[in-house]
């Protein structure tokens, strides 16, 4: 955990902070979409003190602070309507994420609500969005830091004198990709959006429809062996013995393979319910149970996720895939081990999978 907090506060050369009495610095900015620098305060720019109750090293906290937002911020402006999007950093370790906005200096925060609009395991990041009163407001974060066991509470703004514009997405290199395009009318703006593109072109997933994915709708236990073994790579036929599995269906010969390695069991000894919903935990198994299978050493990306609500059976798997950067917090319906995976979970996971381990 040392360690952990360590890197949390090192992530980032220390900088030096100059607090005014919270004046702002108006810039009024045209119609459309922006990148920008980020600003953040870990003391209250109008009081010059913690709201946290946390460290007095001003410089310590700025440091957590500056670790914790990216260094980049996209702006999207239509008339009076303004939208932010910003950058978490080591997003694993961050928990109960609730930001307030101030309109002018002096006067009270507000709560605002926040779209997540992209989760990535790879980076340990996510990007979320939300409406600000206008591109010169100061926005209050307040975040739980598990290695820290405490909310931590700090400020930012964004410096529209840095205004460059863009189109709607941030990379890592700090500049801005053009918007990604979709054949799927229905997974814009999605949390999984991206790694629903990366599946389909990987030929893991096809859509419900030339123009539909239908993220939110349930991955059945034979829709998954399925994409898991063309994940696989191997070349499957064969039949199921199970008798509930009609073998002039798609998913048989997958559900043979799977079965006759190792990778999963049948509900009973001779059933399979191959269209009975497959649950977050039940998936997390069956890949800890592949990567066995593909003698593929699953290392440590992340912290062990929480375990609570998990069956007992899964435990030592959920905690492995966590690890391992192959599920999150998102993509298991917020640790909801028990509720079914939906085909965006399933498609993050395995394109999480994939980008760690299969390249």
Known sequence: MKKLVKKIISTIMITTMLFANSAYNVFAMDNGTYTVNTNTYYLNPETGKTDDGGTSNVELGEGMCRSAIYEKAVIEKNGSDVYVTVRLNLYSNLSNIRFAVQEKAGQPYNSVKYSLLKESASSDTADLRFKIPNENSYIQAKIYVGPMGRDVCFYMNLDTSSAVSSGKEMADSGKVDEPKT???????????????????????????????????????????????????????????????VNNNMYYSPYIAWANKNGIVNGTSATTFSPDAPITCEQAAAIIVKYANYKKIELKTKSIAPSTTGASAWALESVVTAGKAGIITKQNTNGYDYKSNATRACVASMLNNFNEYYNK
């Open 182 to 244: 979709s054949k799927f009318n229905d997974i814009k703006k999605h949390w999984a959006e991206d790694a629903i593109n990366a599946v389909v072109s990987k030929g893991l997933f096809n859509g419900t429809s030339e123009t539909e994915f239908s993220p939110n709708g349930v991955m059945s236990r034979g829709m998954f062996v399925t994409v898991l073994g063309r994940l696989s790579g191997e070349n499957i036929s064969g039949t199921s013995s199970f008798k509930d």
